[in-house]
């Protein structure tokens, strides 16, 4: 299985400041063929489902506010939102869908300080 | 617009089988792959498998022998079947659709299953 190692477990960011979230994964998910990254990210707030952020480790989802990006590659990622806003406090997942089984990060909860 | 619905038993034995059946509305089970991923209060999310709507199925080897899922097209219903369970399953359960190799875009709000005597 592909692992994927989140980082920090828990972050607290000023309002309109920039939140990092780091994502490691055990083994490479780019895929040479199509040169794809099968990485995405996932914000879940309490008492909803996850909610598809960026896909392909770098392409925001329709109606995704242009604050969130993603970037890297290979083996090593980041979700970045470059202002934080209040309805952003939630968790954040990493997911590879690269392989079966799909694992997901142990999550990284993002408060406001 | 798709809209997947978790439903079934709250509460299930240990021991007992848990069953769960995610209906689709607004759109085709056709062409699509429908996973099962649950998350235990609190924690994260794991994978448990999916269903491709001409019945082929992959599972997470983590549940491989307790599982499974099946879909019926008439119906636009995917369904869990989980035996055995144990304290270890109580969690909220969710269906979620995907493209071959691709993402889970859509996903149902979520059932809580409780193993509990």
């Known amino acids: 299985d592909i692992v994927m190692t989140q980082s920090p477990d828990s972050l607290a960011v000023s309002l309109g400041e920039r939140a990092t979230i780091n994502c490691k994964s055990s083994q490479s998910v780019l895929y040479s063929s199509n040169n794809k990254n099968y990485l995405s990210w996932f914000q879940q707030k309490p008492g909803q489902p996850p909610k598809l952020l960026i896909s392909w480790s770098s392409t925001r989802e329709s109606g995704v506010p242009d604050r969130f990006s993603g970037s890297g590659s290979a083996t090593d990622f980041t979700l970045t939102i470059s202002s934080l806003q209040a309805e952003d406090v939630a968790v954040y997942y990493c997911?590879?869908?690269?392989?079966?089984?799909?694992?997901f990060g142990q999550g990284t909860k993002l408060e406001i300080k | 617009q798709v809209q997947l619905q978790e439903s079934g038993p709250g509460l299930v034995k240990p021991s007992e089988t848990l069953s769960l059946t995610c209906t689709v509305s607004?759109?085709?089970?056709?062409?699509?792959?429908w996973s099962w991923i649950r998350q235990p209060p609190g924690k994260g999310l794991e994978w448990i498998g999916y269903i491709y709507y001409s019945g082929t199925t992959n599972y997470n080897p983590s549940l491989k022998s307790r599982v499974t899922i099946s879909v019926d097209t008439s119906k636009n219903q995917v369904s869990l079947k989980l035996p055995s369970v144990t304290a270890a399953d109580t969690a909220v359960y969710y269906c979620?659709?995907?493209?071959?190799?691709?993402?889970?875009?859509?996903w149902g709000q979520g059932t809580l299953v409780t193993v509990s005597s």
């Open positions: 997911h590879q869908y690269y392989t079966n089984p799909r694992t």
């Open positions: 979620a659709r995907h493209e071959p190799g691709g993402n889970f875009h859509y």
């Open positions: 607004g759109g085709s089970i056709i062409n699509y792959y």
